[in-house]
């Protein structure tokens, strides 16, 4: 009889999930009735069976033989058989940088010492005029791709998509990747580092994967998704799943060593397995975006080194960049702030250096030797990865691409920062509070960015900086290719104008591959770029085969035609608007390659034929419409996910972290957050809600027997505390927070009164103000029963988890109800447990 229940139960199980039905005997037939029927037919043998068709065919491609019989028949494992690639294939290496201009590097005549990235100069070809879209999340797609940027719904980073064919933050199905076509013709193909293409609702563990490295052509991936994080306490993800670092900064973390164990750990993986496979590694460090951290040693190799100032490391890097020939002879500086002021962005101005104060000029010293300690660091990592292709005989026969994404950055404002997330929230920083943090700077209580002033010069010789598509200040960038088996020039210069969307083009003709009409069922778009492949044997000044190049980047237009190019006078993050009404500039870039000189006067036919190829790339390229919106507004929309919009969420401990871009979103309102604990230990203690990080962030937890809340603004001190002024005594119990927002400040922040509470008393309150944007762009998510990564508040070190009880779940809302109605709806539920 037992057995008979279980039978139906199991039937009924899978009639739910399966569809069918199963004859359980409960309808008059035993299974010794049932078992008598199947019995009597075995054995019955057809007088005329069927016969199979000779030979047919199954699977396009199979040339084998098919009959009935196995014996009788032939196997074809040509069409079951993946793709080799050629005998003799290179490997491919892309090394790609954030954030750097120009003038920066040593091989470019700069100032910071990159031995790695000589050598490889040494060994190959340097190139004075290769461009990028001015922002990392469209140039990166456009090295992956082949396609310009807005064509891969990357108009800017994926955390600013406002839902237009061109801003959609995803990768379209018809821009198949390098990695896929690779991957398909027989190379083995890893992602390391940095990954800033896929949207920012899909960051966490519960949603789509479509958009991830394993889903794009790539095998393993290790790095980060997003478009930055902190270097000492990263927020990794290991393929398709979030880790945490295997070891902290006491220990000698740092992201550029780890990120370079794990690709020579890849690579050792694959030869031990696989050696007759060449391979594909995407190599992005993640430097040098702020935060600019580095070990001590590295930042004292520069002391003293930045102290001239950027005005005269501006002129003293331009003579060398032409006694190298990076620039011809002839070329001009630009000025330091070449926007008119009605039109030009506050944030981005550059304050000169005889202006400055002496504790200004120590500070912003300072900054710069960070920011080159970690270039040169990173650099000095790279280096093991490259002694070990040279140690294992892979070297000579690997292609490889040593390059940078954008210009230097001027998130850092005018006055440098400690916290560049206050540029995100629109905060200013002061130098006050800049100066108290001098002496850590680089090290993990900071989250540092040099000032403007920094990124012009290591910029030189042209305008602006990152984010400006319309001067080659953000568009100019290093590249070094370097192929000893397939290069035979050595040390020299390519003066060739290219761009990254003419990488894919080149790695699919070196490898004899072309980019697939249709793949995988959709049509494809067509490359937009060209290949480089005959510059390796080129002369330094033969002609270029680029024809056109249009850009775009918030706001701000340009395009280069056959040695010409368009300039619009404008500039990102303003609001300004009135596009129609911007003025054009004209440079002849063949002869200023600073763009310094305005032709438009002189050639105003030139200027309306080549404003009117810019609307024509426009148009087949989906960049319409323009958007100079600020960073706070881009950064502040909502954009639909996999669920829809809640005033109330429930989170449960010791679950991965909960991404910003899809957790419960306080910004400018008011909240509450309860949570259901069990004391069961006097001196409980621990985490129990975090979000965010010493940087900018909120945290409820227990200490010294009493419950504290702590909202750190922005990380300037001294932090928002409330403390409990009752111990938490053991048993069941609701705490919580309410912050009630009252009004709006200076810059966005809100301001109001929070109070904190244990059940249905109020413990502490008192005023607080909160972020206008979000706590970080570098992933800290939210926690539950722990604190990832860097820890919110000083009262504590991370993960800082949860003991002496047990957290039930933690509600936030930001839901229009009374705290003491979810007080008493929190310890109703409370009870049931």
């Given at each position: 009889?037992r ?6 139960v ?31 037919s075995?054995?019955t ?7 199979p ?32 690639a ?30 790695t ?61 390098i990695?896929?076509?690779?991957q ?61 670092q ?48 580095a ?16 005005e ?43 202006t ?24 000095a ?34 006055n ?6 206050k ?31 920094w ?15 319309q ?9 070094v ?13 390519r003066?060739?104008?290219?761009h ?14 072309e ?10 778009y ?73 032709l ?72 509450r ?6 004391i ?40 928002q505390e ?23 400040g200076?810059?966005?922040?809100s301001?109001?009164t ?18 206008p ?18 820890a ?22 930001v ?13 109703r539920?409370?009870m049931?447990?």
């Amino acid at each position: 009889m037992r057995f008979k229940l279980a039978l139906a139960v199991m039937s009924g199980v899978l009639a739910l999930f399966l569809g069918i039905s199963f004859d359980t005997g409960a309808q008059g037939t035993s299974p010794a009735d049932s078992a008598a029927t199947t019995s009597s037919s075995v054995g019955t043998v057809l007088a005329n069976p069927p016969q199979p068709r000779p030979n047919p065919q199954y699977v396009p491609g199979f040339h084998g033989v098919i009959n009935l019989d196995v014996r009788n028949s032939k196997s074809d494992w040509t069409p079951f058989t993946p793709q080799k690639a050629p005998q003799g294939a290179p490997n491919f290496l892309f090394i790609l940088y954030d954030d750097t201009g120009l003038a920066a590097w040593s091989p470019y005549g700069g100032r910071i010492n990159m031995p790695t990235l000589d050598r490889l100069a040494a060994n190959g070809l340097t190139y004075t005029q290769w461009h990028t879209p001015a922002l990392c999340s469209p140039s990166r797609s456009t090295i992956l791709t082949g396609r310009n940027h807005h064509l891969n719904g990357m108009a800017s980073i994926t955390e600013s998509a406002s839902g237009f064919p061109g801003s959609t933050g995803r990768l379209p199905e018809q821009s198949a990747t390098i990695g896929q076509i690779l991957q398909d013709a027989g190379w083995s193909t890893f992602w390391v580092g940095k990954n800033h293409n896929v949207a920012e609702q899909d960051v966490a563990s519960g949603a789509t994967r479509k958009q991830w490295p394993l889903q794009k052509g790539f095998d393993r991936y290790y790095g980060f998704i997003g478009g930055e994080t902190n270097q000492w306490y990263p927020d990794l993800v290991e393929d398709n799943r979030f880790v945490d670092q295997s070891y902290g900064p006491e220990q000698g973390y740092h992201l550029s060593k780890d990120l370079v164990d794990h690709a020579i750990e890849m690579l050792r993986d694959q030869k031990a397995t696989n050696p007759s496979r060449p391979w594909f590694m995407w190599f992005n460090p993640g430097a040098n975006h702020a935060p600019h951290q580095a070990p001590q040693e590295y930042i004292d190799k520069y002391k003293g080194k930045f102290d001239d100032g950027y005005e005269a490391y501006r002129s003293w890097v331009l003579q060398r960049m032409v006694a190298r020939g990076i620039l011809p002879k002839g070329t001009q500086l630009t000025p330091l702030n070449p926007l008119p002021k009605d039109i030009a962005n506050p944030l981005d101005n550059v304050r000169p250096w005889d202006t400055l104060s002496p504790d200004e000029k120590k500070l912003f010293s300072r900054l710069a030797e960070v920011y080159a300690g970690f270039s040169e660091y990173t650099d000095a990592q790279i280096g093991r990865l490259i002694d070990y292709l040279q140690q294992t005989g892979q070297l000579d026969n690997t292609v490889i691409f040593y390059a940078a994404d954008n210009g230097a950055s001027g998130e850092g404002g005018p006055n440098g920062s400690v916290n560049e997330n206050k540029f995100f929230n629109g905060f200013p920083d002061t130098i006050a509070e800049n100066m108290s943090h001098i002496g850590e700077l680089g090290g993990p209580n900071t989250y540092e960015h040099y000032p403007t002033g920094w990124a012009v010069a290591f910029s030189t010789p042209f305008q602006m900086f990152k984010r400006y598509s319309q001067f080659a200040g953000g568009t100019a960038d290093p590249l070094v290719i370097s192929w000893p088996k397939g290069i035979k020039a050595r040390g020299e210069i390519r003066n060739q104008y290219h761009h990254s969307t003419d990488i894919v083009p080149t790695i699919l003709e070196i490898a004899g591959l072309e980019m697939p009409k249709m793949y995988r069922g959709v049509e494809q778009y067509p490359l937009s770029g060209v290949s480089m492949r005959y510059t390796f044997d080129s002369k330094p000044n033969d002609p270029t085969r680029k024809r056109r190049q249009y850009y775009e980047m918030l706001g701000t237009r340009g395009l280069w035609e056959d040695g010409w190019k368009v300039a619009s006078v404008h500039a990102p993050l303003t609001g300004r608007g009135k596009f129609d009404q911007d003025a054009w500039e004209l440079y002849h870039v063949d002869v200023d390659r600073a763009e310094s000189k305005d032709l438009s006067k002189q050639y105003p036919d030139k200027l309306r034929a080549l404003v009117q190829a810019w609307f024509d790339e426009a148009d087949k390229n989906h960049v319409l419409p323009l958007d100079d919106r600020s960073a706070l507004e881009l950064l502040g929309l909502e954009r639909p996910s996999d669920e829809p919009p809640h005033e109330r969420y429930i989170y449960y401990p010791d679950t991965a972290p909960v991404p910003e871009a899809v957790a419960v979103n306080i910004r400018n309102r008011s909240y509450r957050i309860l949570a259901n604990v069990d004391i069961t230990d006097a001196d409980a203690s621990g985490v129990v809600f975090a979000h965010g990080s010493r940087f900018g962030g909120h945290t409820l937890f227990l200490k010294e027997r009493k419950v504290h809340y702590v909202y750190n603004f922005l990380g300037i001190k001294p932090e928002q505390e409330f403390v409990s002024k009752t111990d938490l005594k053991p048993g069941k119990h609701t705490i919580g927070v309410e912050f009630t927002r009252e009004k709006a400040g200076e810059h966005g922040e809100s301001i109001g009164t929070t109070k904190l509470y244990i059940d249905d008393q109020v413990v502490a309150q008192g005023p607080m103000r909160t972020q206008p944007g979000k706590f970080t762009l570098s992933g800290d998510g939210l926690c539950v029963g722990y604190d990832s990564g860097d820890a919110v508040s000083q009262a504590y070190a991370s993960p800082a988890k949860f003991k002496g009880g047990k957290i039930f779940g933690v509600g936030v809302t930001v839901e229009k109800a009374q705290y003491e109605d979810l007080n008493k709806e929190a310890q109703r539920m409370l009870m049931k447990e």
